[in-house]
């Protein structure tokens, strides 16, 4: 397996160096050359998998045998044995049309919390085999951050940045990522939103010179092997449902804001795993849901809402797909991004929106429809949802058809959002990892939306 970037101005490569570079040397996604078919007999075959070994059958299709298999199965083994669940991601059913899928049982409590403990650990392998520094640079609308630093705290050979926008994640998300004590975890809170953290990141990945003097890695969903790792829980879901009862394709509604949750399964659907619909769930923050349904992709004005993680106007992994449905051509991806960065939108015609509306369906939820949905299926089932899962659980009800199975993410554990849950007067015990973490210092650096300062807070903690 060779990996690209969307842009086509890189020299392929293998699994490892496509890790390490993140976001692709000329500025675009890597990818891989090819997507692996996996036929039907397999897929029956890994029914019958623990979470663990499933991931190492769809990883063996992307990495060349360049982790020896029994390293690989260590990374994955230690990465899911810190899980509050054996089953990793275990699926709840809620009605008779709708499963819960529990990606929140990982140390942060959130679905980020699956691929950034195997690539914390793939990091720490690939620097000692390698001999190499490693400093990881991120931003992060609130899960990303926290699960990024718990994935590489205190490891040896490895550095780790994160960028969250000043007072805009939850006060659980700031403190789970704040209270780390360890020297080799630089937080900087910086007076702007998700958007300007991210641009920040790019820009500093897009120059070569920079990266390579700095050893910059990617945490973020820009990095393939994220992308890779989520994958996996689609297959699992599935699985789970297959072996309980007759299934033919299932829906599934994921809440996202920079378009990598969903990607990892339109990713699983194109190597075979039967998905019906893809159901694109986002807050008032809808650019991605306007581009579903009416071709434009352009970001509007910014809300602060009850589901923080989702508060992104520009999707990082957009490119990706836009790489597909452009008959993977990468000078049309080149030349619509680089309208999209002078003109501050893109729009596409009506034959590609048919093909948008074959791959996804979209939903914008607000937020009183948010709070409603967490009110109604706490009292009608008990199961409490976090706000983002609450957006995925209303697209489902929008979109998913009544004899349709569904499965709506569960992407972080209700308590991380407890400003949205109280509004509704529900009272939820904390576990007690997160109760803790209001008893402990913080350690932040507040900093200026400007790239100058952010560049001299770098030179100074990787250098």
Not at 388 to 406: D, P
Not at 410 to 429: G, R, V, W
Request: aromatic fraction near 12%; glycine fraction near 6%.
């Amino acid at each position: 397996m060779d990996y690209i970037s969307t842009r086509g101005k890189v020299e392929k490569c293998g699994f490892i160096d496509a890790f390490l570079m993140g976001l692709a040397n000329d500025g675009g996604l890597v990818i891989p050359s090819e997507i692996p078919n996996v036929s039907e007999q397999k897929l029956k075959e890994w029914q019958e998998l623990s979470y663990q070994d499933l991931m190492l059958e769809i990883f063996s299709y992307y990495t060349n045998d360049e982790i020896p298999y029994e390293d690989l199965k260590k990374l994955v083994y230690d990465s899911y044995s810190t899980f509050r669940d054996e089953a990793v991601t275990p699926l709840k059913q809620i009605n008779d049309s709708l499963y819960v899928l529990e990606l929140f049982q990982g140390p942060t409590f959130a679905f980020k919390d699956v691929a950034l403990q195997f690539m914390g650990n793939l990091y720490s392998y690939v620097a000692a085999k390698r001999n190499e520094i490693i400093n990881i640079l991120g931003a992060t609308s609130g899960d990303t951050g926290a699960a990024a630093i718990q994935g590489v705290r205190g490891k040896e050979g490895i550095r780790i940045c994160i960028l969250h926008p000043h007072q805009k994640v939850s006060k659980v998300q700031e403190l789970q990522m704040t209270t780390v004590q360890d020297e080799n975890v630089l937080n900087l809170s910086v007076k702007g939103n998700f958007d300007d953290c991210q641009q920040s990141i790019k820009e500093l990945f897009a120059n070569v010179d920079f990266k390579h003097k700095y050893h910059l890695r990617a945490i973020n969903s820009i990095n393939f092997v994220r992308i890779l790792s989520q994958t996996v829980y689609y297959f699992y879901a599935y699985f789970q449902i297959a072996k309980a009862k007759p299934v033919g394709k299932v829906n599934f509604s994921v809440p996202t804001g920079n378009f990598g949750n969903i990607f990892s399964g339109y990713l699983a659907k194109q190597m075979g795993l039967p998905i019906g619909k893809l159901i694109l769930a986002t807050n008032e923050n809808n650019i991605l849901e306007r581009f579903v349904k009416e071709g434009v992709y352009k970001p509007g004005e910014f809300y602060s809402t009850y589901s923080p993680s989702m508060d992104i106007q520009i999707a990082s992994n957009f490119e990706r797909y836009l790489y597909y449905l452009n008959d993977k051509n990468p000078d049309k991806v080149s030349e619509l991004m680089n309208r999209f960065r002078a003109e501050g939108q893109l729009e596409i015609g009506p034959e590609l929106l048919g093909k948008v509306a074959l791959d996804f369906e979209a939903q914008g939820v607000k937020g009183a429809d948010c709070l409603e949905i967490i009110d109604k299926y706490y009292e009608q089932s008990g199961y409490l949802f976090d706000p983002h899962t609450a957006c995925g659980v209303k697209a489902y009800e929008t979109c998913s058809g009544e004899q349709e199975t569904c499965v709506v993410f569960a992407t972080a554990h209700p308590a991380k959002f407890n400003e949205a849950i109280a509004l509704i007067d529900i009272e939820q015990p904390f576990p007690t990892e997160i109760q803790q973490l209001f008893d402990k210092p913080q350690v932040q650096t507040v900093i200026e939306n400007d790239k100058q300062v952010l560049v001299s807070e770098l030179e100074r903690f990787f250098g």
